[in-house]
């Protein structure tokens, strides 16, 4: 299996101040990783460096080998990369299916349409609220659309920020179910974030520990697990 | 009486026209890419002048004139872009300072190649009488082409991609680029657009006034306070204001003069500063967004 994306050394942060301090994660074709880590070590900043929304001052991004660190965000989108934000970010004002269409530039392949139906059937929630805006739904619902968002496109690397934020219990399960079906049925790897041990567990084969700006720890999915083992990276 | 009614519905449709055509390129810019760009007003010229060389010296039509000028300005719009705006698009500040200097410069570039003045383009299709009072049947014309525009802008914004990923840039530009929307080609194109508008309105406007290289000055602060007024949402916000600046400017230039009703403006863009600060739209997206959370609340409830 080929390197999906391989992070070597990554420092990024805002203006003068740094957040990450050398970050190293590789991740292998049709993977699920988890970085776990509690709140301001850096794990969302990772996740935006790694998009390109956040410039990297130091470090690499290698993804299917190529170099993307210098790359623009809507570039490394063309490329395959899928970006669900931490607080879901839908386009309040828009209606659900626009939203749909928003991410159907991700790796746009002409010729191919995007598959709606299978959006659909993930979410069905989502088709009874095709014509809604987006803004006036639940968390739980608006976590779904974020997801199926980047599903219109042909992405290659789900990059995964806290789906759990704001949304039920019930419905916390249901997303991972959906992960490990996007995983298993189109192939698409998945770096998750997050701080819910429930979808952790559930979803992740292994997973990185963050703390002030590193990665700490590299756990194996046996270590996951271990609720005592996991809980030491999250409680405060 | 009925003189009387019909003479305020003919000014208010006519102001209305004129606040719209002047304000929805201006508007267009300032909701998708945030920059208030002092220098419509000089666009607007830029559009007057191509419109007036290509009828008076060329001897065009003037729906010719006015195409080419559209056009024309359009361009001069992304060389504006490529050459100075790129450079100010997460400096809001700095883009109303630079865009006023460029107005400055434009219009003393316009000064000194033409001269004080230009021949004019007198007024096409003729006048009619309403109870003794003479009206422009060219003026009716400008109010259904400014109401064309809006619903053609309306259906662009709509149903169009480009008008997808501005709808969605305006929004939240980080995570639409961040889903493939290349920001900068946004932004050219919607600057295009916006000086494309704006040359419309010169040449539109070009029979009806006198040319100088004050023209986009006539222009401007109807057009910056409209936006003000409407706010962030360039359709609605357009729209709205300027049925609601059109009335009050109509009503003021009947009772008294002009002059009051440029007054009368100034005033509510101070009074929507203070109370309306987002504008109408602003105002309206927020009660239309509580109204639809309310009414899926209820329908949890049951």
Redesign the interface.
Same mark, same amino acid.
């Given at each position: 299996m080929s390197d999906m994306l391989k992070v070597e050394n990554l420092v990024s942060g805002y203006e003068k101040v740094m957040i990450l301090h050398g970050v190293n994660i590789d991740m292998k074709e049709g993977e699920i990783i988890s970085v776990i880590g509690r709140n301001g070590v850096g794990k969302s900043t990772l996740m935006k460096t790694l998009?390109? %929304?956040v410039k990297a001052s130091d470090g690499t991004i290698a993804y299917e080998g190529e170099d993307v660190t210098k790359r623009? &965000?809507?570039e490394r &989108?063309?490329r395959g990369l899928g970006?669900v !934000?931490q607080g879901h =970010?839908v386009? !309040?004002? /828009?209606t659900v299916e +626009?939203n749909l =269409? =928003?991410?159907e530039?991700?790796n746009?392949i002409k010729g191919k349409k995007p598959d709606y139906d299978l959006i659909y059937e993930y979410f069905p929630r989502l088709k009874e609220r095709r014509t809604q =805006?987006a803004?006036?739904?639940s968390g739980g619902e608006q976590a779904m659309l974020s997801i199926g968002?980047?599903l219109t496109?042909n992405l290659k690397v789900m990059l995964l920020d806290e789906p759990s934020e704001g949304v039920q219990p019930n419905i916390v399960e249901q997303i991972g179910d959906i992960i490990l079906r996007i995983n298993k049925d189109l192939g698409i790897s998945v770096l998750l974030v997050e701080q819910h041990i429930g979808l952790i567990q559930q979803v992740s084969q292994r997973c990185y520990a963050m703390d002030k700006g590193m990665v700490q720890t590299a756990l194996t999915r046996e270590e996951l697990l271990n609720y005592d083992e996991i809980k030491k990276y999250l409680s405060v | 009486m009925f003189g009387d009614i019909f003479a305020y519905i003919y000014q208010f449709i006519d102001s209305f026209a004129f606040l719209v055509l002047a304000a929805l390129g201006m508007a267009i810019i300032y909701g998708m890419m945030g920059i208030t760009n002092m220098a419509q007003g000089e666009l607007i010229m830029i559009g007057a002048y191509v419109t007036d060389i290509m009828v008076c010296n060329l001897g065009m039509p003037l729906i010719i004139g006015i195409i080419i000028g559209t056009v024309f300005t359009g361009f001069v719009g992304l060389l504006m872009d490529r050459l100075i705006i790129k450079r100010l698009y997460d400096r809001p500040l700095d883009s109303v300072v630079a865009t006023w200097g460029l107005s400055i410069a434009l219009a003393q570039l316009i000064y000194i190649i033409f001269g004080p003045s230009m021949t004019g383009v007198s007024i096409p299709l003729g006048s009619f009488k309403v109870a003794g009072r003479s009206y422009s049947y060219y003026r009716l014309l400008l109010v259904a082409i400014a109401i064309v525009l809006i619903l053609i802008t309306f259906l662009v914004f709509k149903y169009t991609k480009f008008g %997808?990923?501005s709808? $969605?840039t305006m929004?939240?530009r +980080?995570? &639409? #680029?961040? /889903?493939?929307?290349? $920001?900068n080609k946004m932004n050219a194109g919607t600057f295009m657009l916006g000086s494309a508008l704006a040359g419309l309105c010169g040449g539109l406007y070009l029979p009806t006034m006198s040319l100088t290289p004050s023209y986009g000055e006539s222009f401007l602060v109807q057009s910056f306070v409209t936006v003000l007024v409407g706010g962030a949402d360039p359709l609605l916000g357009t729209v709205l204001a300027g049925g609601g600046l059109g009335i009050v400017q109509s009503i003021l230039n009947m009772k008294f003069n002009t002059f009051y009703g440029k007054i009368g403006i100034l005033l509510m863009a101070i009074l929507f500063i203070r109370i309306l600060p987002n504008g109408f739209s602003g105002y309206f #997206?927020g009660v239309r /967004?509580k109204m639809? %959370?309310k009414k +899926?609340k209820n329908r949890g409830d049951k």
């Open positions: 998009i390109g %929304l623009k &965000a809507y &989108a063309w970006y !934000p =970010m386009f !309040p004002r /828009l +626009e =269409m =928003m991410g530039n991700i746009k =805006m803004g006036t739904m968002r980047v496109g | %997808l990923h709808r $969605a929004q939240n +980080e995570i &639409a #680029n961040s /889903l493939g929307v290349n $920001a #997206n /967004l639809k %959370l +899926e």
